[in-house]
């Protein structure tokens, strides 16, 4: 069954955590977390990675250190050495994570005003622009986000990046739980299935996989969860 995880990522990390968490990242992910110039944005990517290895630690029973983690050549992250999938997302304040026997994506974003039609005209298929417009005012930013996260779910799940241009499927949101999907896949992939779930006010959570095993509700973690697992490997 889909495992899904979200932790909120704090104004603060003291020091002693933020080595701590550092300490489970090779040398080259260190110096990516490095280079950013926001300290929340250090932080997102930072707590996402941990979040993985220590779910995974869990899981395998595992050192955080033995968890080998590379990309497929579209820049999706991959486990080496086990059959299982995990995909992560972050906007703003949350980090959130799937876990997976089969390949999964995750999406979350923030809802918050913008010029929505416009993006819209250029990256959604007809059809779904289509739906939107349709959409009763008041509903359209929220229909719009429903969409947009339900695309990047499906686009991370298949592991294919910006190759999958966002036009050329359609994703129509019939109702909060079903949903129909227009377009050509993979030949190795099954599904989709998606989900999505509304239990943090003012964004949008999509999940997308490739069968409905979906939990009813995210765990919700906190830094000191990432820090335990880490002090037992330390």
């Given at each position: 069954m889909v495992k899904l995880l979200a932790l909120k990522v704090p104004s603060v990390i003291s020091q002693n955590n933020y080595s701590l968490l550092?300490?489970?990242?090779?040398?080259?992910?260190?110096?990516?977390?490095?280079?950013?110039?926001?300290?929340?944005?250090?932080?997102?990517?930072?707590?996402?990675?941990?979040?993985?290895?220590?779910?995974?630690?869990?899981?395998?029973d595992l050192a955080v250190n033995e968890i080998r983690i590379s990309s497929n050549k579209y820049g999706k992250p991959l486990l080496e050495g086990l059959t299982f999938f995990f995909n992560v997302s972050h906007s703003e304040e949350w980090v959130v994570a799937a876990f997976d026997d089969e390949p999964i994506g995750i999406d979350i974003e923030k809802i918050q005003p913008i010029d929505?039609?416009?993006?819209?005209?250029?990256?959604?298929?007809?059809?779904e622009y289509t739906d939107l417009i349709a959409t009763t005012p008041d509903q359209?930013?929220?229909?719009?986000?429903?969409?947009?996260?339900?695309k990047e779910s499906y686009v991370k799940q298949i592991g294919l990046g910006l190759k999958m241009p966002l036009n050329t499927f359609s994703i129509r949101k019939a109702n909060t739980c079903?949903?129909?999907?227009?377009?050509?896949?993979?030949?190795?992939?099954?599904?989709?299935?998606f989900h999505q779930y509304n239990v943090i006010p003012q964004y949008c959570i999509s999940v997308c996989a490739s069968k409905q095993?979906?939990?009813?509700?995210?765990?919700?973690?906190?830094?000191?969860?990432?820090?335990?697992?880490?002090?037992?490997?330390?």
């Amino acid at each position: 069954m889909v495992k899904l995880l979200a932790l909120k990522v704090p104004s603060v990390i003291s020091q002693n955590n933020y080595s701590l968490l550092l300490s489970s990242l090779t040398n080259e992910e260190r110096l990516l977390i490095n280079t950013f110039n926001s300290t929340q944005d250090a932080y997102r990517s930072l707590l996402a990675k941990v979040m993985v290895r220590c779910e995974l630690s869990n899981r395998f029973d595992l050192a955080v250190n033995e968890i080998r983690i590379s990309s497929n050549k579209y820049g999706k992250p991959l486990l080496e050495g086990l059959t299982f999938f995990f995909n992560v997302s972050h906007s703003e304040e949350w980090v959130v994570a799937a876990f997976d026997d089969e390949p999964i994506g995750i999406d979350i974003e923030k809802i918050q005003p913008i010029d929505y039609l416009k993006i819209a005209n250029r990256f959604f298929s007809r059809e779904e622009y289509t739906d939107l417009i349709a959409t009763t005012p008041d509903q359209q930013l929220q229909y719009f986000y429903d969409l947009w996260t339900l695309k990047e779910s499906y686009v991370k799940q298949i592991g294919l990046g910006l190759k999958m241009p966002l036009n050329t499927f359609s994703i129509r949101k019939a109702n909060t739980c079903c949903f129909e999907f227009a377009g050509k896949m993979p030949n190795y992939f099954s599904g989709p299935c998606f989900h999505q779930y509304n239990v943090i006010p003012q964004y949008c959570i999509s999940v997308c996989a490739s069968k409905q095993a979906f939990p009813k509700t995210i765990d919700f973690i906190g830094i000191e969860m990432l820090t335990n697992v880490l002090n037992r490997h330390y």
